[in-house]
């Protein structure tokens, strides 16, 4: 079964200054990447996903991601940071063989402070 | 167009009882999945369905039953409440590839 490491749990960042957000997979068989938010008291939302083609991402909200093989991982970035960005943050991942499974990390509280 | 909508909203019971909880979705996805969200854990997925009449399990099924009847609603099923079962409770629907693209607002269930 695939696993998914995000390895910050917690990632304060002042307003307008640069974050990522690190994901690591665990298997090296070809997979589907995913990151979600999660705002207070709601469900999650699909921010990206990496399916195939160009190893970069980008998604909603100015956020993208780098899909990077060796590394296994697939971490999420944005240049400039707003308090509205204060959220909880999951990757995910599914095996491209099923994709009946779909792995989410433990996700990483990002504060944005102002 | 309401997408997921997951009742109730929050829920009390008391170990042994069993509940339902309801999902629906208007966007006739044919895949839908039940996940549960605990402190320091991330969701994991209880049961899922590819379709009507079509449902399996997922990383931490027991307790829980599923149906798929029609493809708007899912529904899970406490059989036999445990304070183990305290969590949050979310539902999700998807088009493509067995994803979960839309989700509920979740519903916050305690187990006393």
């Known amino acids: 079964a695939q696993s998914v490491t995000q390895l910050d749990s917690q990632v304060p960042v002042f307003e307008e200054a640069p974050v990522e957000l690190r994901c690591n997979y665990s298997?090296?068989?070809?997979?589907?990447l995913f990151w979600y938010v999660q705002y207070p008291n709601q469900g999650l939302q699909l921010l990206l996903k990496?399916?195939?083609?160009?190893?970069l991402v980008k998604g909603i909200n100015g956020f993208e991601a780098e899909f990077n093989k060796s590394q296994t991982s697939f971490h999420l970035r944005k240049p400039s940071v707003h308090i509205s960005d204060t959220a909880e943050y999951f990757c995910?991942?599914?095996?491209?063989?099923?994709?009946?499974?779909?792995?989410f990390g433990t996700g990483t509280s990002l504060t944005v402070i102002p | 167009n309401a997408g997921v909508t997951q009742t109730p909203k929050f829920q009390v019971l008391k170990t042994g009882q069993s509940m339902t909880l309801q999902c629906a979705q208007d966007?006739?996805?044919?895949?839908m999945s039940w996940y549960r969200q605990d402190p320091g854990m991330g969701l994991r997925l209880i049961h899922y369905?590819?379709?009507?009449?079509?449902?399996d399990q997922g990383e931490v099924p027991n307790g829980y039953n599923v149906s798929r009847s029609t493809t708007e609603d899912f529904p899970l099923r406490l059989l036999s409440a445990a304070p183990s079962q305290t969590s949050v409770y979310f539902c999700a629907s998807g088009l493509w590839g067995r994803q979960p693209q839309h989700f509920g607002d979740g519903t916050r269930l305690s187990i006393l």
């Open positions: 369905s590819v379709g009507a009449g079509i449902t």
């Open positions: 990496y399916l195939s083609g160009s190893t």
């Open positions: 966007m006739n996805h044919e895949y």
């Open positions: 995910a991942v599914s095996d491209r063989g099923t994709g009946n499974q779909f792995y």
């Open positions: 298997s090296s068989v070809s997979v589907y």
